[in-house]
């Protein structure tokens, strides 16, 4: 609305236009009328006519130009309306909560983004200034018809009233319908990309589409509720459009009525008549966007409700933060009722490696989340240095804090842009040393298109472990002072494994690593590691002295051997 507000006068540019493209589309009927009256008369001279023939003629290039003058203008402010719009949404993204952003599936999101803004378009190229022109004509031609003869005026309104029932009949239930189908449509996208990215599963157990129970039901509701929708309202509708411009059906008699008791000249009468029949025509024009009108609400009610979402609430201002040192002091926290923190304290040194350990829902990738600033904790307080992150902008936060998930992540663009998303100005060179550091150099060199090379959608061209090493490079390019490395050899190979643990070490050199660990053989080095259990610090220490001291660590371990050992003797 606000867009809408800033460019004002573009709306009313384009309402105007479109009322003198409707206005030129009537003159035919005016040069016709003429026309026939003159015939009639006994008129048979060609200069006569030939300014009428110019007259219909320049209404219709009239009417085209000035359709097309409207429609251009209109649709660049609502494509220009919907970029901006997306702008925005993004900008809202990044400030919402991540527990936010997973509250709704992928495929929700991408309908969001892509099918829902772009159904803006409608009611802001078209809407407003074509409905509204096309119903401002039909009353100024309704007008003129009482000026000429107010007795067959009233015989054009006959068919209205019935015409207006039915419209009424059609609207009836149309909003609440249709936002029914908008859901099922959102429930079944959604489902969509839930068995796209699942095909794998699906294929490995021998399954079909079909036997895919969640797929095959969204689908119906989606055809069931359409249905619903059009069949509640395709009756009402026809009746309308085919009901509101029969006004020949009353006024040809009565005009011919008229005319035999002498009450009406010819020339009124021939006017009269073909002004009634193009009276309702730009009505039906605007009837077929019934849909989109009743969907208005709908439409940016959603939006409405994104853009309203409560964003983590940080400063503006950047603090000045002394030293990388990560300190969790009694912090609370938990998704919705799920509590997972209950006075969580540890802390990190500056410069070193602290491990967190522990197992399945103990909460370590939480803390890496925490401190990405992913989240705000509910109470307590994360510092890194002196400074609380709750009181430091979130860019800053993002700035200090390098995030490297279990997933790795690349985009479908080349190496090099994958790497400058860590620093957009870097160097080819910058991004080679950082790759050299991470021991992927020589497996990208080795590519047909080394740097160039696409890494495919979500770097599916690459290998589990390709993938990870390029995005620990790409935290090493970053150069934050803070790494936090979220199961970050969470699906290596043992080749893989040592490479990976190679560039950990290039990592830990002068910056605080907080890495979350499932293989335990990768963080025997560390300077510390915190053994969690049921979101509380159960341990810390080294490796050697939790072996001695923790049994919980004790156990991990030798889990970890022995599968170690057990896939070595495979």
């Known amino acids: 609305m606000n867009y809408l507000k800033d460019n004002i006068g573009k709306i009313i540019f384009s309402v105007i236009v479109a009322i003198l493209g409707v206005a030129c589309n009537v003159l035919p009927y005016f040069a016709i009328a003429k026309i026939v009256t003159l015939l009639i008369s006994g008129r048979n001279n060609i200069n006569s006519f030939m300014p009428l023939f110019f007259m219909a003629l320049g209404g219709f290039v009239g009417g085209v130009v000035f359709h097309e003058i409207s429609t251009l203008s209109s649709h660049n402010l609502a494509f220009r309306i919907i970029e901006n719009t997306r702008k925005e949404l993004v900008k809202k993204l990044n400030r919402l909560s991540m527990g936010t952003i997973e509250?709704?599936?992928?495929?929700?999101?991408?309908?969001?983004?892509?099918?829902?803004?772009?159904?803006?378009?409608?009611?802001?190229?078209?809407?407003?200034?074509?409905?509204?022109?096309?119903?401002?004509?039909?009353?100024?031609?309704?007008v003129c018809i009482f000026i000429m003869d107010w007795r067959i005026g009233l015989a054009n309104l006959a068919t209205l009233p019935l015409g207006i029932l039915f419209s009424m009949l059609t609207m009836s239930g149309y909003e609440k319908k249709s936002k029914k189908y908008i859901e099922a449509s959102k429930k079944m996208n959604a489902t969509v990309v839930e068995y796209i990215k699942g095909i794998k599963v699906i294929k490995a157990f021998n399954q079909s589409a079909s036997s895919y129970e969640k797929f095959q039901k969204s689908v119906s509701n989606n055809r069931s509720s359409m249905l619903d929708w059009y069949l509640s309202a395709c009756f009402y509708m026809v009746a309308a459009m085919e009901i509101l411009p029969s006004t020949l059906l009353l006024v040809l008699p009565v005009s011919l009525f008229l005319f035999m008791k002498g009450s009406i000249e010819v020339g009124p009468l021939v006017m009269c008549v073909l002004l009634s029949y193009a009276s309702y025509k730009p009505l039906i024009k605007a009837m077929t966007y019934m849909d989109t009108m009743a969907n208005i609400r709908v439409i940016f009610g959603e939006i409405k409700v994104i853009m309203e979402l409560p964003k983590l609430q940080r400063p503006s201002e950047n603090k000045c933060v002394s030293g990388s040192t990560v300190e969790f002091k009694d912090v609370n926290f938990g998704y919705n009722e799920n509590r997972v923190f209950d006075g969580l304290n540890f802390h990190a040194n500056e410069g070193q490696l602290t491990a967190i350990v522990g197992p399945s829902g103990s909460g370590k990738s939480t803390i890496a989340k925490l401190l990405a600033g992913f989240w705000n904790v509910q109470s307590g307080e994360i510092r890194i240095g002196n400074i609380p992150i709750k009181e430091m902008p979130l860019n800053q936060n993002m700035e200090l804090v390098t995030y490297v998930s279990q997933e790795n992540f690349l985009f479908n663009k080349s190496i090099f842009e994958n790497m400058r998303m860590a620093k957009p100005d870097a160097s080819l060179k910058e991004v080679q040393d950082a790759c050299r550091k991470a021991s992927c150099h020589e497996f990208i060199m080795s590519l047909s298109k080394g740097y160039e090379t696409i890494a495919g959608e979500a770097g599916n061209s690459f290998s589990g472990g390709e993938r990870q090493r390029i995005t620990i490079a790409r935290a090493l390019l970053k150069d934050s002072s803070i790494v936090i490395l979220d199961e970050a050899t969470a699906y290596s190979d043992p080749e893989n494994e040592a490479l990976i643990q190679k560039s950990i070490n290039a990592l830990v050199k002068n910056k605080t690593v907080i890495m979350i660990a499932h293989r335990l053989s990768t963080i025997v080095g560390a300077d510390q590691i915190i053994v969690l259990n049921h979101g509380k610090v159960e341990n810390c220490g080294k490796h050697l002295e939790l072996l001695n001291s923790c049994p919980l660590y004790q156990s991990m371990w030798n889990s970890h051997i022995n599968a170690k050992d057990g896939m070595e003797g495979m």
Do not use: C, R, Y
């Open 103 to 142: 509250g709704k599936s992928s495929g929700q999101w991408t309908q969001f983004m892509v099918e829902i803004l772009d159904k803006m378009e409608k009611p802001i190229a078209h809407v407003i200034p074509e409905v509204i022109a096309n119903l401002l004509i039909p009353i100024v031609l309704v």
